[in-house]
């Protein structure tokens, strides 16, 4: 659990600061306030698992059974976090309600803040609110000495994960899910994929370093190392970084419905490897994920990567 100083500076950096319109505000206990936090957590799994668009900001009773129902035939594999180990937080436009966020009240033990559960409601979208949401949080665990925010997102999630990599995001692992990162280091990822060509970038300021080329060749896939990620390689000091910039590439490419076994041994030694970070091992937990969302009846939006 954080020290009470750095608590201290994380909730108040939190509540006086402001990106634009878009702030942070403690959610009290108070019933009512608690009944529509818990409307942006019903209306966020409904949408997530299954891509049904409700606004919880007008809530019926009906409405709330419906999504109990509809999630009670279908439980959704998100994370559960005890309520003891967060703070909540309103996210507010123009001083309104406009969606939800939850802080950490612990360190992941890496230097980043653990988020849970952003969500903005839908009238409130497509203007910036969860981009100005993470860039506070951001701000928030920077004033608590922590270097960025992290939270794990679920494969069937593939908008916000498509949605948080175009926003600078780097895939630190997976294992239930996936966990991504922001701010552990100082400089961008740049994913581009042009048909059967991808490549990986490292960006600071006007400064860009090419770090993989990647290429899709039928049910295979070329993944070229530049020099300069091999130099990174070398410098025990920047491994992190090295793995965290190719798993994000792995996992631009899953969503993309590449294929991501490169040789047969690369496949045969991801069985045995399966926490490594490489795309034979993404593969394998991509597989166990969609299989297990299958049998949810999750639908899963996008392109699919192909079995090997």
Same mark, same amino acid.
Do not use: K
């Given at each position: 659990?954080?020290?009470? @100083?750095?608590?201290?500076?994380?909730?108040?950096?939190?509540?006086?600061?402001?990106?634009?319109?878009?702030?942070?505000?403690?959610?009290?206990?108070?019933?009512?306030?608690?009944?529509?936090?818990? !409307?942006?957590?019903?209306?966020?799994?409904?949408?997530?698992?299954?891509?049904?668009? !409700?606004?919880?900001?007008?809530?019926?009773?009906?409405?709330?059974? +419906?999504?109990?129902?509809?999630?009670?035939?279908?439980?959704?594999?998100?994370?559960?976090?005890?309520?003891?180990?967060?703070?909540?937080?309103?996210?507010?436009?123009?001083?309104?309600?406009?969606?939800?966020?939850?802080?950490? +009240?612990?360190?992941?033990?890496?230097?980043?803040?653990?988020?849970?559960?952003?969500?903005? @409601?839908?009238?409130?979208?497509?203007?910036?609110?969860?981009?100005?949401?993470?860039?506070?949080?951001?701000?928030?665990?920077?004033?608590?000495?922590?270097?960025?925010?992290?939270?794990?997102?679920?494969?069937?999630?593939?908008?916000?994960?498509?949605?948080?990599?175009?926003?600078?995001?780097?895939?630190?692992?997976?294992?239930?899910?996936?966990?991504?990162?922001?701010?552990?280091?100082?400089? +961008?990822?740049?994913?581009?994929? !042009?048909?059967? @060509?991808?490549?990986?970038?490292?960006?600071?300021?006007?400064?860009?370093?090419?770090?993989?080329?990647?290429?899709?060749?039928?049910?295979?896939?070329?993944?070229?190392?530049?020099?300069?990620?091999?130099?990174?390689?070398? !410098?025990?000091?920047?491994?992190?970084?090295?793995?965290?910039?190719?798993?994000?590439?792995?996992?631009?490419?899953?969503?993309?419905?590449?294929?991501?076994? +490169?040789?047969?041994?690369?496949?045969?030694?991801?069985?045995?490897?399966?926490?490594?970070?490489?795309?034979?091992?993404?593969?394998?937990?991509?597989?166990?994920?969609?299989?297990?969302?299958?049998?949810?009846?999750?639908?899963?939006?996008?392109?699919?990567?192909?079995?090997?």
């Amino acid at each position: 659990m954080f020290d009470d @100083d750095r608590s201290t500076r994380l909730h108040h950096t939190l509540r006086e600061s402001a990106a634009g319109a878009v702030r942070l505000a403690p959610v009290s206990a108070a019933f009512a306030e608690n009944e529509r936090w818990v !409307d942006r957590e019903l209306a966020a799994h409904v949408e997530a698992w299954h891509g049904e668009f !409700d606004d919880p900001a007008v809530f019926s009773d009906g409405d709330r059974a +419906r999504c109990h129902a509809r999630l009670a035939a279908h439980p959704p594999p998100s994370p559960v976090v005890p309520e003891a180990f967060y703070t909540r937080w309103w996210v507010t436009a123009q001083g309104r309600e406009a969606g939800v966020l939850a802080t950490a +009240r612990f360190t992941s033990g890496d230097g980043l803040l653990p988020l849970f559960g952003l969500y903005v @409601d839908p009238p409130h979208r497509r203007g910036g609110v969860a981009a100005d949401a993470l860039g506070l949080a951001e701000l928030g665990a920077r004033a608590a000495g922590l270097s960025g925010v992290r939270l794990e997102v679920p494969w069937g999630w593939r908008r916000a994960l498509r949605y948080l990599l175009a926003r600078g995001f780097w895939v630190r692992r997976w294992a239930r899910h996936l966990t991504l990162q922001r701010g552990a280091f100082g400089s +961008r990822l740049e994913v581009a994929v !042009d048909g059967d @060509d991808a490549s990986l970038t490292l960006r600071e300021g006007a400064w860009r370093e090419p770090l993989v080329r990647a290429t899709r060749v039928e049910a295979r896939l070329a993944w070229e190392r530049t020099a300069a990620l091999r130099a990174m390689m070398a !410098d025990p000091a920047r491994f992190a970084e090295v793995t965290d910039a190719e798993a994000t590439l792995a996992v631009a490419l899953a969503l993309e419905g590449w294929p991501l076994v +490169r040789n047969d041994d690369a496949w045969r030694r991801s069985e045995s490897v399966i926490h490594a970070v490489t795309p034979e091992s993404l593969l394998r937990r991509v597989l166990a994920w969609e299989d297990a969302l299958s049998l949810r009846g999750v639908r899963l939006d996008g392109p699919r990567v192909p079995r090997p």
